[in-house]
């Protein structure tokens, strides 16, 4: 099979960014996305250079840390304090709303925060995301906003990806919600994998989807993914992974290795 393992929140902290660096180098990781809007992004654009071969993609990010747009252009999107709703509030919020084609968060606000992380992305990198992945946070509006940036960049998302390729992702996964430290320290990634318990042997084309990265004092107040990253990246570093990728004869691949793109279905 051929398979895509990616690690999502790319310089989401300096702590985690370190973390996927390692897993780039030593580990297993072929795909990250980026955060552009935290205090790190700048830092985390410099160290992925040592990485040229990695399928760096942009993680749109409307649920941690503050706006890369102006914040008065995004009022329905931030707080009082000028920070993004978190996830949690953000679904509590549309589970009030009674209409669910017109949610919480405004269309209109969400395609300019997109819009900025993006040409945000570009300044960082000197050059497009490899792929549009959504964080934490997935709703009608998010979708419409993810169609609407791969039509004005020309750059696939990671759902259209999967969807057109026919990616399997696993019938589960070894996150759960809530996903509390105690359950987080728990969890054995590693075993996840090599015991195949999403299910994904079989198939032409695989993904893992994980998260990994160090934890530091910052990353508690943005993300409740925290213990569990250390974990993750343990298994991308392991040899037991790497083993039961040689065992399996799994090729890695990346994003720009799939036939299909979702601009040209």
């Not at 919480?104 to 900025?116: G, K, T, W």
């Amino acid at each position: 099979m051929k398979l895509i393992i990616q690690s999502d929140d790319y310089g989401i902290t300096e702590a985690v960014a370190c973390g996927i660096i390692k897993g780039i180098k030593e580990g297993v990781i072929k795909c990250t996305g980026m955060f552009t809007n935290m205090p790190s992004s700048k830092k985390a654009a410099e160290m992925i250079k040592e990485c040229p071969d990695v399928c760096l993609g942009i993680d749109l990010n409307l649920v941690a840390g503050k706006p890369c747009a102006d914040p008065s252009k995004v009022p329905s999107l931030i707080k009082e304090n000028g920070y993004f709703y978190s996830s949690r509030e953000r679904r509590a919020m549309d589970e009030k709303c009674e209409n669910h084609d017109h949610l919480s968060a405004h269309l209109d606000e969400v395609m300019i925060e997109a819009e900025a992380q993006i040409e945000k992305f570009i300044e960082l990198n000197g050059k497009l995301p490899e792929y549009l992945h959504g964080h934490a946070y997935s709703s009608p509006t998010v979708f419409k906003m993810q169609d609407a940036m791969m039509e004005k960049y020309g750059v696939g998302t990671s759902r259209g990806f999967m969807e057109c390729n026919h990616i399997d992702r696993g019938s589960n996964s070894w996150y759960t919600v809530p996903f509390g430290i105690e359950d987080q320290m728990k969890t054995d990634t590693k075993d996840f994998i090599i015991h195949d318990k999403m299910g994904i042997l079989n198939s032409e084309y695989g993904a893992i989807i994980s998260h990994c990265g160090y934890v530091d004092a910052p990353l508690f107040d943005v993300s409740s993914f925290t213990i569990i990253r250390t974990k993750d990246l343990a298994a991308m570093l392991s040899d037991e992974v790497k083993q039961w990728i040689k065992d399996n004869q799994i090729e890695l691949i990346t994003y720009r290795d799939l036939p299909n793109h979702p601009l040209k279905k």
